[in-house]
């Protein structure tokens, strides 16, 4: 500035870093010395984004893949294809996977395709969302029935458009078949390749894809110590597949709901909890198998159970709120 | 109210928040108490992750 000096003003053009650099200097030329409590150390700054050069997955994302699709190969669907989303964090050049969201029963699937259900999987979303605003979709794995360890043309006509969604434009893709040779050890997993897990049988190759790409390149995938953030949904998947849609619209209709898991009479329960205005009550679903279970959450005298048979959750909700509105 | 010169660190976690919250529209941190800087959190935005698990193309 010019304040002062007899110089006309000078109007020159500065870019938005010369301006960041400009206030901070001039923040710090008004400062002798330190002063006050120490500063906190800041949190660490989010790397810039980079083109995928690698892929993370944490130790339970790992086993969950691995164990499901072993597991799926013994069921009576184990000639389909089967497979997952993958959830997690984008930082400069990495992708972290942090959570896995199956396809579900209600998928459509044969030996050729798979199609995920869709609306189970975006309900998990929203519970994981409950505890972490940080995960972003990353991408997806998928089976193959024979030995093509490498996307199919068929992927890559709906995966090269479907990245655009995705942060950075790229997505981790992995393959998995069951054609691996015997490792060193039987037991315990190895890398054939920077890209390819194996554990007995069965292979894991991964993929990035960016939306410009004519090809899948091959991406070197490393193991972390960490969760699966949806592993603890598992025991509920049924009732969540089966009430998705409902409890989708209950949790954009009404604010505060709070789902988790919980135990219940004979297996885990998925439980949906709805603050009410007067303190401490609240209306409690629990969903365990085909029974859906209403209370009235009281802060004196504990739970009391609703005398409600209703299967459509949300309609059982609006229930509960109207009876206990007109009271 | 004092001022103190922010070491190279903390000016290059500033300038970087700075930066993705111009760019990216990432939320830039703030310390309850005193006001300073904390950093930023990266708060995915519902609208791109609904959007993603509703598109994930069928796979062959």
Excluded at chain 1, 188 to 214: E, F, H, M, T
Excluded at chain 1, 242 to 265: I, P
Excluded at chain 2, 17 to 24: E, I, K, S
Aim: aromatic content about 6%; hydrophobic content about 40%; charged content about 25%.
């Amino acid at each position: 500035m010019h304040q002062g000096s007899g110089c006309p003003p000078e109007f020159v053009p500065i870019t938005f870093r010369e301006l960041i650099r400009e206030l901070i200097a001039a923040a710090g030329r008004r400062a002798a010395r330190p002063v006050g409590r120490p500063a906190a150390v800041p949190a660490e700054a989010p790397a810039p984004l980079e083109p995928l050069r690698r892929v993370v997955l944490t130790d339970e994302v790992s086993r969950t893949l691995f164990g499901e699709y072993a597991a799926h190969r013994q069921s009576d669907r184990g000639g389909e294809e089967i497979g997952w989303d993958l959830m997690g964090t984008r930082q400069g050049d990495t992708a972290t996977v942090l959570a896995t969201l199956p396809a579900g029963e209600g998928r459509d699937a044969s030996e050729g395709h798979v199609q995920f259900n869709r609306a189970a999987q975006e309900f998990a979303w929203r519970i994981l969302r409950q505890g972490t605003r940080q995960l972003r979709m990353l991408g997806v794995a998928h089976t193959h029935p024979g030995s093509l360890r490498h996307p199919s043309s068929g992927d890559y006509r709906g995966d090269v458009r479907w990245v655009a969604n995705l942060k950075g434009q790229e997505g981790v893709f992995g393959i998995g078949t069951a054609d691996a040779a015997p490792g060193p050890q039987p037991e315990i997993a190895w890398q054939p390749a920077p890209n390819v897990q194996a554990l007995g049988d069965l292979c894991l190759s991964w993929y990035v894809l960016g939306a410009r790409d004519k090809n899948y390149r091959p991406v070197p995938v490393e193991l972390t110590i960490g969760p699966d953030l949806a592993a603890r949904l598992r025991p509920v998947w049924t009732e969540l597949e089966a009430h998705a849609e409902r409890l989708d619209r209950l949790a954009r209709q009404l604010t505060g709901l709070k789902f988790e898991v919980t135990a219940g009479h004979q297996k885990s329960a998925l439980a949906l909890t709805v603050p009410l205005p007067d303190a401490g009550r609240a209306v409690r679903v629990e969903l365990e198998g085909k029974a859906v279970r209403y209370r009235l959450l009281t802060p004196d005298g504990g739970p009391l159970a609703a005398d409600l048979r209703e299967d459509r959750v949300d309609v059982g909700v609006f229930l509960m709120l109207s009876e206990l509105a007109a009271r | 109210m004092d001022f103190r010169p922010l070491t190279e660190t903390e000016r290059k976690h500033l300038i970087t928040a700075l930066r993705g919250n111009a760019q990216d529209g990432l939320a830039v941190l703030m310390d309850r108490q005193t006001t300073s800087f904390l950093g930023t959190a990266e708060e995915v935005p519902d609208e791109e992750v609904i959007n993603a698990i509703r598109s994930v193309p069928c796979h062959y």
